[in-house]
């Protein structure tokens, strides 16, 4: 088999790669080992973001309780996982066969390199003039003692049984995230932490806060500065050793401690590919240490963040490059994060904690929460950081509320565009409350 193209993987920047190429004439083929569209729909942000909606709901009615609701939400675990499961299915067998609509050939295979022009999947030989890696990541393995009793985030999306109490080693997204989802299912969880801090890439300020607000109203027990050492099986469940002792006996125990790059399979020294343990080196055209080899998404060994959001704007880049719509490099723009968690941390542009140390900038802390009349005071303790720069523009945000990466996201557009504060005043008028009320005394 011959293709002009030869895309491994198939998650987000995959589908919008082929809606890209979709009218270059290229004969393009997608490799998949496992499930057909990835990560982001099978096991990461879009059931994710399914049970983060009756999490919610459950953790904003009894954050209400006494406040104007008398009887709490309460969320049953096995129904919501099997509702996700039902919502997402035909959308997710579907997958497969939507990427052949848009004119790929789809091969279910694992690929590895034979030379710079093969690959091997299913022990046959495919040829192409060009590749593009799009291979993801995968859990971090935890190179301790009982590793094989850990579960990972993509074990709870299909666990059916809801545990009694769970420790979760890692406090990134998916450590933090899933604590969440866990408590609103009335889990009693341990989040154990090797640093200080949670969400290492978050304004530490917010992020201390939503520590507080996750102890103090989702009951989450935190541990801070502890290196797990090793899992044992227990009578009932598994007991947590750290180096300063045993942390506890716990139902279920999960890795959340990071992902790494899909790398060893794909053979990449048959290719001459360079990789690092962050992923595959590119220039900035996306393109590797073979010419006529590409990366996007995830597998890139990048500053950006390894989000849905950037794998598509990579994918966009190279298509729009391979099909001569430009020849500039890759720029990143303004980019947007959020944490699902209760309160909701987002952030984009200039950190807070590096304007702080940078006097270029000057920072603008509201607290949003001034006359608590806000969703009936579920915003007790939110707070909007802004950053500008000398001309008085505004180059950063970030938020700790229970609607901050709506916020962000509208203010994005104000980063991105680089407006004067006068024009922003003259220009808009935003719908009031909501954001209006937040930012109401700067416009
Ligand atoms: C629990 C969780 C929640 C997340 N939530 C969010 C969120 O809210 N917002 C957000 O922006 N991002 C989120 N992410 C991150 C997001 O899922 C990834 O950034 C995104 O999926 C990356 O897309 P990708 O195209 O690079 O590849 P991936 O989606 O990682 O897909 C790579 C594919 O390549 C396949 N593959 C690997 N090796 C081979 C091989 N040798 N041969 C053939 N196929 C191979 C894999 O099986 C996989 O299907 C989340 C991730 C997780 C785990
Ligand atoms: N809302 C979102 O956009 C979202 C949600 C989930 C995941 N994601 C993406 O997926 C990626 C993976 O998320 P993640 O939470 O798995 O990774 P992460 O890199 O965000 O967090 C990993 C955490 O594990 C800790 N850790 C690392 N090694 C450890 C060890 N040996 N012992 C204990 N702790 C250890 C780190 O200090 C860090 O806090 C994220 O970087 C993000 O790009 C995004």
Same mark, same amino acid.
């Given at each position: 088999?011959?293709?002009?193209?030869?895309?491994?993987?198939?998650?987000?920047?995959?589908?919008?790669f082929?809606?890209?190429?979709?009218?270059?004439?290229?004969?393009?083929?997608?490799v998949?080992?496992?499930?057909?569209?990835?990560?982001?729909?099978?096991?990461?942000?879009?059931?994710?973001?399914?049970?983060?909606?009756?999490?919610?709901?459950?953790?904003?009615?009894?954050r209400?309780?006494?406040?104007?609701?008398?009887?709490?939400?309460?969320?049953?675990?096995?129904?919501?996982?099997?509702?996700?499961?039902?919502?997402?299915?035909?959308?997710?067998n579907?997958?497969?066969s939507?990427?052949?609509?848009?004119?790929?050939?789809?091969?279910k295979?694992?690929?590895?390199f034979?030379?710079?022009?093969?690959?091997?999947?299913?022990?046959?030989?495919?040829?192409a003039?060009?590749?593009?890696i799009?291979?993801?990541?995968?859990?971090?393995?935890?190179?301790?003692?009982g590793?094989?009793?850990?579960l990972?985030?993509?074990?709870l999306f299909e666990?059916?049984?809801?545990?009694?109490?769970?420790? !979760?080693?890692? *406090? &990134?997204?998916?450590g933090?995230?899933f #604590?969440?989802? @866990?408590?609103? /299912? +009335? =889990?009693?969880?341990?989040?154990?932490?090797?640093?200080?801090?949670?969400?290492e890439?978050?304004?530490?300020?917010h992020?201390?806060?939503?520590v507080?607000?996750?102890?103090?109203?989702?009951?989450?027990?935190?541990?801070?500065?502890?290196?797990?050492?090793?899992?044992?099986?227990?009578?009932?469940?598994y007991?947590?050793?750290?180096?300063?002792?045993?942390?506890?006996?716990?139902?279920?125990? !999960?890795?959340? *401690? &990071?992902?790494v790059?899909?790398?060893? #399979?794909?053979? @990449?020294?048959? /290719? +001459? =590919?360079?990789?690092?343990?962050r992923?595959?080196?590119?220039?900035?055209?996306?393109?590797?240490?073979?010419?006529?080899?590409?990366?996007?998404g995830?597998?890139?060994?990048?500053t950006a963040?390894?989000?849905?959001?950037?794998?598509?704007?990579?994918?966009?880049?190279?298509?729009?490059?391979?099909?001569?719509k430009?020849?500039?490099?890759?720029?990143?723009?303004?980019?947007g994060?959020?944490?699902?968690?209760?309160?909701?941390?987002?952030?984009?542009?200039?950190?807070?904690?590096?304007?702080k140390?940078?006097?270029?900038?000057?920072?603008?802390?509201?607290?949003?929460?001034?006359?608590?009349?806000?969703?009936?005071?579920t915003?007790?303790?939110?707070?909007?950081?802004?950053?500008?720069?000398k001309?008085?523009?505004?180059?950063?945000?970030?938020?700790?509320?229970?609607?901050?990466?709506?916020?962000?996201?509208a203010l994005?557009?104000?980063?991105?565009?680089?407006?004067?504060?006068?024009?922003w005043?003259?220009?808009?008028?935003?719908?009031?409350?909501?954001l209006a009320?937040?930012i109401r005394?700067?416009i």
């Amino acid at each position: 088999m011959k293709f002009d193209y030869v895309v491994i993987g198939s998650g987000p920047s995959v589908y919008r790669f082929l809606l890209g190429m979709q009218n270059s004439g290229k004969k393009i083929a997608v490799v998949e080992k496992n499930r057909f569209g990835g990560i982001c729909p099978n096991e990461g942000c879009e059931p994710k973001i399914f049970l983060e909606g009756a999490a919610r709901a459950t953790l904003t009615s009894m954050r209400l309780q006494g406040k104007g609701i008398t009887q709490p939400a309460k969320l049953d675990w096995k129904e919501l996982i099997q509702q996700k499961n039902k919502a997402m299915a035909s959308f997710l067998n579907n997958m497969q066969s939507m990427y052949e609509g848009l004119g790929a050939t789809t091969i279910k295979g694992e690929a590895s390199f034979v030379d710079q022009h093969t690959i091997e999947v299913n022990n046959k030989k495919i040829t192409a003039d060009n590749f593009v890696i799009a291979t993801g990541k995968k859990p971090h393995p935890l190179n301790i003692s009982g590793h094989e009793y850990l579960l990972t985030s993509t074990n709870l999306f299909e666990l059916e049984d809801t545990p009694k109490n769970v420790a !979760i080693i890692g *406090s &990134g997204y998916v450590g933090m995230e899933f #604590a969440t989802l @866990l408590s609103a /299912a +009335g =889990v009693k969880v341990t989040v154990i932490v090797r640093s200080g801090q949670p969400l290492e890439g978050f304004y530490s300020q917010h992020v201390h806060q939503l520590v507080d607000e996750m102890k103090n109203s989702l009951g989450i027990n935190f541990i801070f500065n502890t290196n797990v050492t090793a899992v044992t099986e227990a009578q009932t469940g598994y007991e947590v050793q750290s180096a300063n002792g045993n942390l506890g006996t716990f139902d279920k125990v !999960i890795n959340a *401690s &990071g992902r790494v790059p899909e790398i060893n #399979a794909l053979k @990449l020294d048959n /290719a +001459g =590919v360079e990789y690092s343990n962050r992923g595959i080196k590119v220039d900035k055209y996306l393109t590797t240490s073979a010419n006529n080899i590409y990366a996007m998404g995830d597998i890139v060994d990048k500053t950006a963040p390894a989000l849905t959001s950037t794998a598509q704007f990579e994918a966009d880049y190279l298509s729009a490059l391979l099909t001569n719509k430009t020849t500039e490099p890759l720029r990143y723009p303004v980019i947007g994060t959020v944490t699902f968690t209760f309160p909701q941390l987002a952030q984009a542009g200039i950190s807070i904690d590096k304007a702080k140390e940078d006097s270029n900038y000057s920072i603008k802390d509201i607290d949003i929460t001034q006359g608590d009349f806000l969703y009936a005071g579920t915003d007790d303790h939110a707070r909007l950081s802004l950053v500008f720069d000398k001309q008085n523009h505004l180059v950063g945000a970030a938020e700790i509320s229970q609607t901050a990466v709506d916020d962000i996201n509208a203010l994005i557009p104000v980063m991105a565009i680089d407006v004067d504060p006068e024009v922003w005043k003259e220009k808009m008028i935003m719908a009031f409350p909501g954001l209006a009320y937040k930012i109401r005394t700067l416009i």
